[in-house]
T-cell receptor
């Protein structure tokens, strides 16, 4: 039982490049989330999804895009990477209205 | 406006003593959930305790208890008998609708 799997674990991007952060869960959770965490700060919600085909903006969506074509996968796309997107990115999932959220181990992204 | 406020950026506690970490929240929903997570220096998010808005009893999980004061919109975490391994960042979070929103965090240091 893998839980929430994020890939890659580390990545260095150049300014203006694009990339996709992958997130997969095997718990059949319908809710999935993407967060970013800047050093010494809390987690900020980027996007979330309440089911396949449904996505919605969180607190800090600018510069990111998401899609949810299956229950299992929730990729986060960065277009035209900027230094301000240097952060640790966490993916999480849960059942609807549940009190158990499972987090991935994070992706540390540096934009230079 | 901040949905979740943690006013203590850093706290110190002597080993074996109890410590209270503060959290206030803002919501107009009647149904919501409150969570506390621990994030050690390794970076993973560790679930500690959950309180539902309709729960009449304060939640407890081992050495962790949640002091829930609904009228004051506060959900403070109490850690009893602190251990050196409790040194970490602690985040309060609120589930509101489909979102899970985090506070800024409190860094707890346990002194021997």
């Amino acid at each position: 039982n893998a839980g929430v799997t994020q890939t890659p674990k580390f990545r260095i991007l150049k300014i203006g490049q694009s990339m996709t952060l992958q997130c997969t869960q095997d718990m059949n959770h319908n809710y999935m989330y993407w967060y970013r965490q800047d050093p010494g700060m809390g987690l900020k919600l980027i996007y979330y999804s309440v089911g396949a085909g449904i996505t919605d903006k969180g607190e800090v969506p600018n510069g990111y895009n998401v899609s949810r074509s299956t229950t299992e996968d929730f990729p986060l796309r960065l277009e035209l990477a900027a230094p301000s997107q240097t952060s640790v990115y966490f993916c999480a999932s849960s059942y609807a209205g549940g009190n158990g959220y499972t987090f991935g181990s994070g992706t540390r992204l540096t934009v230079v | 406006a901040q949905k979740i406020t943690q006013t203590q950026p850093g706290m110190f506690v002597q080993e074996k003593e109890a410590v209270t970490l503060d959290c206030t929240y803002d919501t107009s929903d009647q149904s919501y959930g409150l969570f506390w997570y621990k994030q050690p220096s390794s970076g993973e998010m560790i679930f500690l305790i959950y309180q539902g808005s309709y729960d009449e009893q304060n939640a407890t999980e081992g050495r962790y208890s949640l002091n829930f004061q609904k009228a004051r919109k506060s959900a403070n975490l109490v850690i009893s008998a602190s251990q050196l391994g409790d040194s970490a960042m602690y985040f309060c979070a609120m589930r509101e609708g489909g979102k899970l929103i985090f506070g800024q965090g409190t860094e707890l240091s346990v002194k021997p």
